[in-house]
């Protein structure tokens, strides 16, 4: 598994990792992040070792379904899912825009505490994937940034009104 591409994004916030845990398990905090520059709907989010989050993102007049199936979940310290594309019954299928795109990702988010803060780290790793689905996402690990990057500015704002 080492070999395979690995995205991976750091951040430290300004709030404990107990709230920074709760803006990446609590469906109302969620949507406000997750997906900048689409209106995010979280169907379930059962955030527990074998549960899943069933999420839509929609865009003008088509939706992004997306699932995540939860295999370890250690309070306030780490999430580990595989992530995947479905289809709008939350079956997994290929991305509908990016069909190359891999079908599951491993997903890893530590949350450490660092005097007062939270040291967050995601790790997005191809999963059961083909080769042409691996060196897709390899191809675009370099724009993942983008994406993810507004969404952490906008948890970083929900952090603030949080702990005002």
Known sequence: MSDLPTYVLERTFNAPPALVWRTWTEPDLVSRWYGPG???IVHKMDVREGGEWLHEMKMQKMSSY????????????RLVWL?????????????QMMPDWPRKLLTTVTFK?????CHMRLEWTPHDATDTEIAFFAGAMENMGSGWGKGMEMLEEILAELQS
């Not at 699932?67 to 309070?75: C, G, K, N, W």
């Not at 992530?83 to 991305?95: E, F, R, V």
């Not at 505490?113 to 803060?117: C, D, I, L, N, T």
């Open 38 to 40: 689409v209106t995010s």
């Open 83 to 95: 992530h995947g594309n479905t289809d709008a019954n939350w079956n997994i299928c290929a991305n």
């Open 66 to 77: 997306q699932r995540a199936d939860y295999s370890e979940v250690l309070q306030d310290q």
């Open 113 to 117: 505490a660092e005097g007062g803060k």
